[in-house]
């Protein structure tokens, strides 16, 4: 608590707060709790939590040795805490289903149709990449 993220750009779907996206990045040392409390937008609110790093890690009462993600119920506080005897990291993903249909092309993945919007990495070594909008 205390800690404010950025804002949001302005035309982003996270902009708008009833969509309840969030994204948490957790670092627990040994034998450390928390709770991460029920979302806002209730059991509407997709959640899931990536278990990058650490040797052990108690969700819900559950104990995880592995690398991993859960889906939780986001209606619900989820108590964490780690198990092990090295930091454990955690990252958190949440938000409102956007309801809308899904391209995806390699890494890229884009809520319009894949024949409208084209991308693609021109040079590696540039790490340009352009959006090319299709007319046709």
């Known amino acids: ?3 404010k993220s950025l ?12 969509n309840d996206v969030g994204v ?3 670092k627990f040392k040994p034998g450390a709790e928390f709770t991460l409390r029920a979302a806002s937008g209730g059991v509407e609110t997709n959640r899931s939590l990536y278990y990058v790093e650490g040797a052990s890690l108690d969700v819900c009462g559950e104990k995880l040795s592995r690398k991993c993600v859960v889906d939780v ?4 506080d989820i108590p964490l805490r780690n198990s ?5 990291i955690c990252l958190v993903l949440q938000g409102k289903p956007i309801n809308e249909p899904v391209a995806q092309h390699g890494p890229f993945v884009m809520y319009v149709d894949s024949r409208a919007l084209v991308a693609r990495i021109v040079e590696p070594s540039s790490r340009c990449l352009l959006l090319n909008h299709s007319t046709d």
């Not at 119920?73 to 619900?76: F, G």
């Not at 092990?84 to 454990?88: A, C, L, Y």
């Open 1 to 3: 608590e205390g800690v």
């Open 7 to 18: 804002a949001p750009t302005p035309r982003s779907y996270a902009a708008d707060p009833s």
């Open 24 to 26: 948490y990045l957790l």
């Open 73 to 76: 119920d986001a209606s619900q």
């Open 84 to 88: 092990g005897s090295d930091d454990v």
